[in-house]
């Protein structure tokens, strides 16, 4: 399997669609569907269907760039990241990161977004990352934190925000 990038304890790669009931799966974690709801998936066919786009945007170097993440010691599927632009900001993309319930707590998070922010930045040429989170997550407050990203400003009525209450805003500017 050919890697796009590893950190310590990670391996950060294409998904294949050998991926698809995995990522189904962590997609239905309590967390992930507290703090991401609109990114779970309906069904296997549906993960299956984003496989081939993220895997056909990855081999076109072209954004969203989606990949999977593995953990080194036993290369089970924890989790994906990536980026995506930020429509009318050349230079400006948007980070995003999930990691299983079942590995949350280990700093997977972190060294995850510190690699993935230096990969963007070399990547895609980016100048600005923004990580948008949702008022309450804490621990995804503190990833960002710790990795450089600045509070920028709070969102409202932003389209996937479905509770209403906000989204908070980091930088990393480059």
């Known amino acids: 399997m050919e890697y ?8 950060v790669r294409k998904f294949d669609i050998k991926d ?13 569907k507290r703090w991401m709801p609109n ?9 299956r269907d984003a496989i081939f786009f993220y895997a056909e945007r990855v081999e076109e170097e072209q954004l969203p760039y989606v990949l999977a993440v593995e953990l080194k010691t036993t ?3 924890i989790g994906d990241t990536g980026v995506n632009e930020v429509e ?6 948007e980070i995003g990161y999930v990691i299983s319930d079942r590995f949350c707590g280990n700093g997977y998070a972190t060294e995850l977004v510190r690699a993935m922010t230096s990969f963007a930045i070399e990547k895609f040429d980016t100048k600005v990352l923004y990580g948008r989170v949702m008022h309450g997550n804490d621990a995804s407050v503190r990833v960002l934190e710790k990795n450089g990203y600045s509070f920028e400003k709070e969102e409202f009525d932003a389209e996937d925000d479905p509770y209403g209450n906000g989204m908070l805003v ?3 500017r480059v």
């Open 88 to 93: 009318g900001k050349p230079g400006e993309v």
């Open 20 to 32: 698809a009931r995995r990522l189904y799966e962590y997609h239905l974690d309590g967390n992930v």
């Open 39 to 47: 990114e779970s998936y309906e069904d296997i066919s549906v993960a």
């Open 170 to 172: 980091y930088a990393y």
């Open 4 to 11: 796009v990038f590893e950190t310590e304890h990670l391996l």
């Open 75 to 77: 290369g089970e599927l």
